[in-house]
């Protein structure tokens, strides 16, 4: 069995270093105890700031983006590990949301996700950004750009590779960030959903 294939539990490893946690961390708190009580830089932003928000977002997106952009376009792999990259970046996604030092209740994966379409193909990347760009300006709720793009990136893919394993791994990773929106999705439905960019009102005195 070809060694390139230890890159898949080496993509779950990297994705374990969940920025905004490491950041809320090192001041002194555990940032799924507050905001939202995601581990995300969407969370980031409304606990610790924009600095915060900017590194976080921009970790996430690299460390799904360096090894498979590697993988497609550096090393040279065996014809029998074609499929390495793309489960390489979805074990990074995986990683993010399951870290085993947080008892696997890590962050939902949106930025990781932007950064295994962008070293798969930068079109993708750019429809997926676009995406959120015009979700954000109608709705400001970053949890709808989420689910949209874990529907988009499977079929774009599929698409252009006509690769139905590939799409398979991509629907099942996109079916799982989708359940985990869940609770969003029902706070949206509700009217309780803090819009990004809002931060949560603190309870009036009585």
Known sequence: MSLHWLWI????????LNTAAIIARCKGFDIRKKGSGNAGASNAL???GKGAAVTSALVDILK???????????????????HVPVLTGVAVILG???????????????????GLSLAVDWRMFLACIALLGVLLFTTRYI?????????????????????????????????????????NIKRIRAGTEIPLGKKKAKPSAE
């Open 96 to 114: 993010h949301m399951y870290p085993f030092w947080m008892q696997f209740r890590g962050g939902k994966g949106f930025a990781s996700l932007l």
């Open 64 to 82: 799904a983006f360096v090894p498979v952009w590697l993988l497609l376009h550096v090393i040279q792999l065996p014809p029998e590990c074609a």
């Open 46 to 48: 409304v606990t610790m």
């Open 9 to 16: 539990p080496a993509g779950y490893l990297l994705g374990n």
């Open 143 to 183: 949890a709808l750009a989420t689910v949209s793009c874990a529907v988009l990136v499977p079929v774009w893919h599929l698409i252009r590779t006509k690769d139905w394993l590939e799409f398979s791994v991509l629907a099942v990773l996109g079916v799982i960030m989708i359940v985990k929106h869940i609770p």
